[in-house]
Structure formats: C-alpha cells, structure tokens
C-alpha cells in the first residue's frame, strides 16, 4: 500500500524558515517523480514544486524560487521541501504527492499544516 | 501561466442526477487534464487522468472527456458519498495549475 507521510510543519514567525519531510512507503521511490502541492485555509490548492526521480530536475512555481528547494534522499525513500524567508502568504497546509509518467499527482499524503505568524 | 477557469463554483444536485463540472484552459493542454475529489478534512482523491481515463478504484459513475482547451468531468448518477469539491489540473505546462474548484452539494 503506498503511504506518504509528511511532518515538520507548525507556526513559524515571518522571515524564519521551516523544513518539512514525506516519509514514502510501498513502492520503489526512486523510480517517481515527486512533488508538493500546497492549501492556504479555506482556498483551493496550489502546486509548490516537483523534483524528478534521481533528483536531477527541480521546478518551482515563481512565488518560492529562490526561497524553497525541494530535494530527495532516495536512500531513505524520503522528500524534503526546505522553506527559507517565510512569507505570511506561504500559510497552508502541505501535500506530498507521488508523480505518475510525469502527467498526474496520483497518491497524496494527508498533508501537514504551515503556519506564518508573528 | 495556464489558467484554469471551473465551472460552475458551486451546483446543488439530487441523489440520481447526472452531474457535469467544467474545465477550460487558457491554451491548448493537449488531454493533460486530471480531475481531483477533495472530501472536507481529507487530501485530494484522483479521479481521471490523461482527461478520460479512470483511476483504478474509482466507480465507473465518473467519467472525464475533453481535449485542447475543454474539459468535462460527468457524475452519471449522484450519491451521496460524492459530496467534495472537485478541482481539475492542468498538467501539461509549468507552473501545473489548478481549476478554483467545484463545490457539490445534495438537495
């Protein structure tokens, strides 16, 4: 059964950053693309960034470039997405998601909250 | 970017009916359109991808149809447990983005 779960989120003043991480279970994590995919409270969702199988190809959407990386650790079957310069805007809560043939976000975890508050 | 216009934002609906929720996009996505069931408290479910074909586990009530900039997500017959907010994406350009969703309700 393909399982994703993610944790390190929580409230974290503006300016600070915050790392969160997906633990993967129940297929061979090295052989998918992965992604995050964000919720602000009440709005509807938003793609964060995606990483490719090995690592080798990151993409951002243009509101995070330069503050969040998105990386992997395949050994550990583990996705990072560590958040620097955090903006009240990036409150949500946070989805780790598996990419299938690089075409659709098939499995999801059940997200963990991010909150930006002084 | 891609937009991505749902439609409409809210429909209310009785068990039975056949339901349609709509997708256009703001330039040729080719069928890289997937269609998503979000339950209040939940994450999202993947309905149909590739714009028609369904994900393994889905009651075939759900079907998806479209190509180039049209999308249609169809509920042939209600239930009740179908009651979520249903968002399309769009998968064929960066940045993916993501229709403002659907909120279905029964009657």
């Known amino acids: 059964e393909v399982q994703l779960v993610e944790s390190g989120g929580g409230l974290v003043q503006p300016g600070r950053s915050m790392k969160l991480s997906c633990a993967a279970s129940?297929?061979?994590?090295?052989?998918?693309?992965m992604a995050w995919v964000r919720q602000a409270p009440t709005k509807g969702l938003e793609w964060v960034a995606t990483?490719?199988?090995?690592?080798?190809?990151?993409y951002y959407r243009d509101s995070v470039k330069g503050r969040f990386t998105i990386s992997r650790d395949n050994a550990k079957s583990t996705l990072y997405l560590q958040m620097n310069s955090l903006r009240s805007e990036d409150t949500a809560t946070y989805y780790c998601?598996?990419?299938?043939?690089?075409?659709?976000?098939?499995?999801w975890g059940q997200g963990v909250m991010v909150t930006v508050s002084s | 970017d891609i937009q991505m216009t749902q439609s409409p934002s809210f429909l209310s609906a009785s068990v039975g009916d056949r339901v349609t929720i709509n997708c256009k996009a703001s330039?040729?996505?080719?069928?890289?359109l997937n269609w998503y069931q979000q339950k209040l408290g939940e994450a999202p479910k993947l309905l149909i991808y590739n714009a028609n074909s369904l994900q393994t586990g889905i009651p075939s009530r759900f079907s998806g149809s479209g190509s180039g900039t049209d999308f249609t997500l169809t509920i042939s017959s209600l239930q009740p447990e179908d009651v979520a907010t249903y968002f399309c994406l769009q998968h064929n350009s960066w940045p993916r983005t993501f229709g403002g969703g659907t909120k279905l309700e029964l009657k």
């Open positions: 998601t598996r990419e299938r043939m690089g075409r659709y976000f098939d499995y």
């Open positions: 129940g297929f061979t994590f090295s052989n998918y693309g």
């Open positions: 990483i490719s199988y090995d690592g080798s190809s990151t």
């Open positions: 330039q040729n996505i080719n069928r890289y």
